[in-house]
């Protein structure tokens, strides 16, 4: 459900940043925590039921990694979504703020293209070990201070 941007990686002018790290077992079997996904978003292109969609809601500052299970066209046609994680017994609609039933398009943040399994654990370990993050620190200045001549 939850993930982590990855500003360093750049490699679609439309969306920054293209790329995701899942962090949890929401979207399993799809995902798995850790994979990193690839995403694009272009808005003239409709989002469809069965779509991995990322999206971001007011009052949190995670985005999500959650599939499309239904489209809603308003009185006015504006389009929304309901989302839920593979994983998940309920549908998203605990996660959007009080009140929302459905997610708009400019919540979301872009789509899933493609992924690559377990890149992202070790920033999940980073997140989850915070003594990880200095041992890994602390190992690297080591590796700088003997490589040098």
């Not at 399993?28 to 989002?47: H, K, M, N, V, W």
């Not at 389009?79 to 549908?91: C, E, I, P, S, Y």
């Not at 890149?119 to 190992?139: A, E, R, S, W």
Request: proline fraction near 7%; include cysteine.
């Amino acid at each position: 459900m939850i993930i982590h941007l990855n500003q360093q990686l750049i490699c679609d002018a439309t969306y920054h940043p293209p790329t995701a790290h899942h962090t949890s077992g929401s979207m399993e079997p799809a995902f798995q925590r850790g994979d990193l996904l690839f995403l694009s978003y272009d808005r003239t292109d409709p989002i469809r039921v069965g779509e991995t969609v990322v999206f971001q809601v007011d009052g949190r500052n995670i985005p999500i990694v959650h599939r499309v299970m239904r489209i809603h066209e308003d009185v006015d046609g504006k389009v929304r979504f309901l989302t839920k994680g593979d994983n998940n017994r309920v549908d998203d609609r605990g996660l959007y703020p009080p009140g929302q039933m459905w997610l708009s398009p400019d919540e979301v943040v872009g789509r899933a293209r493609g992924f690559v399994p377990y890149v992202g654990m070790v920033t999940i370990l980073m997140n989850d070990y915070p003594m990880f993050k200095f041992v890994l620190l602390g190992l690297l200045g080591l590796f700088v201070l003997v490589q040098r001549e």
